[in-house]
C-alpha cells in the first residue's frame, strides 16, 4: 500500500506562492503516475497537473497553465506542487493522488492512493 500525506497549504495573497509538498510512505511509488486534484467548496473535485513515473511529461490544467509546476523524486517518495500568481478561484483543498500507470490521466476515479488534502485560500 501506499499513504500519501500532503503539506504546506495556507493563507497567501493574491499574487502570492505557495509550494505544496507530498510524502509518500508505506513502499516505493516510482511507476506511479502523480497527480494533483483541487476541491473549492460547493465545486466537485478537478484536475490541476500530473506527472509520469519518470518526471519526464508533465500536463495542466488549463486553469493553471503558466503558473503551477509539478515535479518529483522518486528516490525520496516526494512530489510537489510549485503555485505562483495565485488568484482567489485558487481556493481550494488540494489533494496528491497516485495512479499505478507510467502516463498518470486526468480523471479522480483511476487514481488509486489519495491524500488527505491540504488547504490552500487566496485573498484578494
Known amino acids: 500500500q501506499v499513504q500519501l500525506v500532503e503539506s504546506g497549504g495556507g493563507l497567501v495573497q493574491a499574487g502570492g506562492s505557495l509550494r505544496l509538498t507530498c510524502a509518500a510512505s508505506?513502499?516505493?511509488?516510482?511507476?506511479?503516475?502523480m497527480g494533483w486534484f483541487r476541491q473549492a467548496p460547493g465545486k466537485e473535485r478537478e484536475f490541476v497537473a500530473n506527472?509520469?513515473?519518470?518526471?519526464?511529461?508533465?500536463n495542466y490544467a488549463d486553469s493553471v497553465k503558466g503558473r503551477f509546476t509539478i515535479s518529483r523524486d522518486y528516490t525520496k517518495n516526494m512530489v510537489w506542487l510549485q503555485m505562483n500568481s495565485l488568484k482567489p478561484e485558487d481556493t481550494a483543498v488540494y489533494y496528491c493522488?497516485?495512479?499505478?500507470?507510467?502516463?498518470?490521466?486526468?480523471?479522480?476515479?483511476?487514481?488509486?492512493?489519495w491524500g488527505q488534502g491540504t488547504q490552500v485560500t487566496v485573498s484578494s
Open positions: 508505506g513502499r516505493t511509488f516510482s511507476n506511479y503516475g
Open positions: 493522488a497516485a495512479e499505478l500507470r507510467i502516463q498518470p490521466g486526468t480523471t479522480d476515479g483511476e487514481y488509486d492512493h
Open positions: 506527472i509520469n513515473w519518470h518526471g519526464g511529461i508533465t
